[in-house]
C-alpha cells in the first residue's frame, strides 16, 4: 500500500444519485489532489488543495464538488453525473516544501455512471 | 498547463530485452518524473530529474533529459514481465504535475 487510502475502489451510480469519493492520508502530507484519468486520455488535474486550502479548480464542473476538511482527508462529492463522467478517480498527495512535487496516490476509485 | 506528450503510446517486448519511451513537452520546466501505472491501479513515482542534470540512474531504469530539444527519455533495460505496466511522465508547474496520455508497455515472457 503507498499510505494513500482511497474508498469506495468500485462505485456505480445513477444519474441522479449522490455519491462521495473519500481519500486518506497519514504521510504528513499537506497537498492534496483529484486527478481524472479517462481511456487513452492525460491524466486531468481536477482540484489540488495545499493546507486545506483549495488552490486550483481546473474548470471542472459543479457537479463535482470537492472538500478537505483537514490536511489528511479529502473527498469528492458526486451529484448528478453524466455517463461521461465515467473514469477512475485517482487521489494523491505530496509533501510540503524540497521544491519538487513528488506525488503518492492512492490506488483509485473507478466510477462507472449508468 | 503543459503536459508532457508519451511516444510511442504503445510499445511490445520479449522479456529479456530493453524498453525505451519518449516525451516531449513545450515550455521550460524545473524538474521532469517519470511514473508507472499497473492496470487499475495508481501510479507509482519511479524517477525525478531536475532541469540542470541531463542523466539519472535508478536500478534499471535510465533517464535522460535534453532541455534544448525539451524531451526526456526512460530506459527499462532486461526487462520483465513485472514491468509490464503503462509510464508517465510528468512536468513540474509551480505546485503541480501535469501528465501526458502514457506508454503502455507489454513484456512478453
Known amino acids: 500500500e503507498t499510505g494513500v487510502t482511497q474508498t469506495p475502489r468500485h462505485l456505480v451510480m445513477g444519474m441522479t444519485n449522490k455519491k462521495s469519493l473519500k481519500c486518506e492520508q497519514h504521510l504528513g502530507h499537506n497537498a492534496m489532489y483529484w486527478y481524472k484519468q479517462s481511456a487513452k486520455k492525460p491524466l486531468e488535474l481536477m482540484f489540488v488543495?495545499?493546507?486545506?486550502?483549495?488552490?486550483e479548480n481546473n474548470s471542472v464542473p459543479s457537479r463535482f464538488s470537492p472538500e478537505c476538511p483537514n490536511s489528511s482527508h479529502l473527498f469528492l462529492h458526486l451529484h448528478t453525473l453524466q455517463p461521461e463522467d465515467s473514469a477512475l478517480y485517482l487521489c494523491?498527495?505530496?509533501?510540503?516544501?524540497?521544491?519538487?512535487?513528488?506525488?503518492?496516490f492512492g490506488a483509485g476509485s473507478r466510477l462507472t455512471v449508468l | 498547463s503543459q503536459q508532457g506528450e508519451e511516444d510511442p503510446q504503445a510499445l511490445s517486448i520479449q522479456e529479456g530485452e530493453n524498453a525505451t519511451m519518449n516525451c516531449s513537452y513545450k515550455t521550460s520546466i524545473n524538474n521532469l518524473q517519470w511514473y508507472r501505472q499497473n492496470s487499475g491501479r495508481g501510479l507509482v513515482h519511479l524517477i525525478l530529474?531536475?532541469?540542470?542534470?541531463r542523466e539519472k540512474h535508478s536500478g534499471r531504469l535510465r533517464v535522460t533529459l535534453d532541455t534544448s530539444k525539451k524531451s526526456s527519455s526512460l530506459l527499462i533495460t532486461a526487462s520483465r514481465a513485472a514491468d509490464t505496466a503503462s509510464y508517465f511522465c510528468a512536468t513540474d508547474d509551480d505546485y503541480k504535475l501535469s501528465f501526458g496520455a502514457g506508454t503502455t508497455v507489454t513484456v512478453r515472457a
Open positions: 494523491a498527495s505530496s509533501p510540503p516544501g524540497a521544491g519538487a512535487n513528488v506525488l503518492t
Open positions: 488543495y495545499s493546507l486545506e486550502e483549495r488552490v
Open positions: 530529474i531536475r532541469s540542470n542534470e
